[in-house]
């Protein structure tokens, strides 16, 4: 009951803020890949598993509403044109970031915002120079220029930015570039991980995640990874670090950036794992709300869907059975990640150690069903992928999957009732939330190129 209250409040609160003055706390939260299926998927496990009768917290905002995302060059677009949307209100054309279809440069409203004096700060689960995050600071015709991107950065002047590891420190034959040096000439201080965070003194922060070898992402929830970085940490490192810079003004981006990765895996387990992540970090903005309600805008979207996730298939009929989620406790990419280790190593691998791996991790025959003509099925699988080596992999943007990975995660997906279209992006429409200081203004159906539009609007309100 305790949210359902908070939710009664907070509408109250946003009908007396409509009268206030432009807001001084801008919240901008981006769920990369983050379609209607995920929060749809996300909201049903929490409550038919988890048992909320309040739903997930982004839906309990008063403004829900929803938004294209087409690019310039596609009904289906990519991150870098979605991202330049979503950062400065222009389309542009697949891969293309910062920049129009003629690559003239636009100016995103964090730029906008900073040189009117706001703090800035960046978040994202991902590379701090992806997409989304580079949106905000860089201007290149394509999105693969990590270098030019990583040099954005270091002078875009903000307060903060936090991801896994940045791509650019690496030239294309694998030496080292200049990039770090860059950073130290412009008085960012880099941090690998939250531990010393509180000592810090810099006015400019750049936090990477602790393991340099993990470059695409911070970890996955799912995967309860030791000493990993996680989206509320870095939000709330990020809060702090805008609040003990004194800014009596700020705009925040926080990408939940992993929803995105294992909706390329189609890994339904791990996507709603990240969307609750998203949601955990969600809270930081939404009590900062609750503390400042006449002075803070919170905006919740997405960039685009990933996967074509579908609520319903075949094997279920007109049901769902998502607890058998809360016997994954691997993602579908380090079960792939596994199994590649597997097929180098030398050491016999035979087909009762899977078996045991799979009840540990999946929980397959002690609490999903797994039928005999399932288990036979896999265990052919397993002799040829595994021990013989043989069958293609399916390729996807971030990893690579084994014919044996595909069958197991098949049979998870045949009882838990999720499905999937593409293992990359779809055209569908994303949700928009909102709440606080003009979210409004956000009620009615919007294009991607609105959002940021509408945000500088209300910030340059009087």
């Known amino acids: 009951m305790k949210h359902r209250f908070l939710t009664s409040a907070a509408s109250l609160l946003i009908g007396a803020s409509l009268f206030a003055?432009?807001?001084?706390?801008?919240?901008?939260?981006?769920?990369d890949g983050m379609g209607m299926g995920q929060v749809m998927g996300t909201e049903a496990y929490n409550r038919t598993v988890l048992g909320n009768n309040e739903p997930i917290l982004m839906m309990q905002f008063p403004v829900n509403s929803v938004s294209t995302t087409y690019s310039a060059s596609s009904p289906v677009t990519d991150s870098a044109a979605a991202g330049t949307a979503l950062a400065t209100g222009y389309k542009t054309r697949n891969g293309m970031l910062g920049v129009t279809p003629d690559t003239t440069s636009v100016t995103s409203i964090a730029k906008t915002l900073f040189d009117d004096?706001?703090?800035?700060?960046?978040?994202?689960?991902?590379?701090?120079?992806?997409?989304?995050?580079?949106?905000?600071?860089?201007?290149?015709p394509h999105r693969g220029m990590f270098y030019e991107i990583g040099k954005d950065a270091a002078a875009?002047?903000?307060?903060?930015i936090g991801g896994s590891n940045l791509r650019g420190t690496k030239d294309k034959n694998g030496n080292k570039t200049d990039l770090m040096d860059i950073f130290a000439e412009n008085n960012v201080r880099v941090i690998r991980g939250a531990e010393g965070f509180d000592t810090i003194t810099s006015r400019r922060v750049l936090m990477l995640s602790p393991f340099e070898d993990r470059t695409s992402n911070i970890g996955?929830?799912?995967?309860?990874?030791?000493?990993?970085?996680?989206?509320?940490?870095?939000?709330?490192?990020?809060?702090?670090?805008l609040e003990r810079n004194g800014r009596d003004r700020f705009f925040m981006m926080v990408e939940g950036g992993n929803i995105d990765h294992a909706g390329h895996a189609n890994d339904g387990g791990t996507i709603i794992k990240e969307t609750l992540n998203f949601n955990e970090a969600l809270k930081i903005a939404y009590d900062f709300y609750l503390a400042h309600p006449d002075e803070t805008l919170i905006v919740v979207t997405a960039d685009h869907e990933t996967g074509g996730m579908g609520l319903g298939n075949n094997a279920v009929g007109y049901d769902l059975h998502l607890h058998y989620y809360d016997?994954?406790?691997?993602?579908?990419?380090?079960?792939?990640?596994?199994?590649?280790?597997?097929a180098?190593?030398?050491?016999?691998?035979?087909?009762?150690d899977m078996e045991e791996f799979l009840k540990e991790k999946l929980g397959f025959w002690t609490n999903v069903p797994v039928t005999p003509e399932q288990t036979a099925m896999l265990k052919s699988e397993f002799d040829r992928c595994i021990v013989h080596q043989s069958g293609s992999d399916q390729k996807t943007l971030?990893?690579?999957?084994?014919?044996f990975t595909l069958k197991v995660f098949g049979i998870l997906d045949s009882f838990t009732g999720l499905g999937w279209t593409t293992n990359g992006h779809s055209g569908g429409l994303v949700p928009v939330y909102a709440i606080g200081v003009g979210a409004e203004k956000f009620a009615s159906f919007n294009d991607n190129t609105d959002l940021p539009k509408r945000i500088l609007e209300i910030a340059t309100s009087k």
């Open 398 to 403: 971030y990893n690579s999957f084994d014919q």
């Open 156 to 160: 875009c002047g903000y307060d903060f």
């Open 21 to 31: 003055a432009s807001p001084k706390y801008i919240f901008y939260y981006i769920g």
């Open 117 to 140: 004096g706001y703090g800035v700060g960046l978040v994202t689960s991902v590379y701090p120079d992806d997409a989304t995050p580079g949106a905000f600071y860089t201007h290149v």
């Open 344 to 352: 180098r190593s030398r050491r016999a691998y035979r087909w009762d």
């Open 327 to 342: 016997y994954q406790k691997i993602s579908k990419d380090e079960f792939s990640d596994y199994c590649r280790s597997l």
């Open 220 to 241: 996955y929830t799912i995967d309860s990874i030791p000493g990993a970085l996680t989206l509320p940490v870095m939000t709330q490192a990020c809060l702090t670090q």
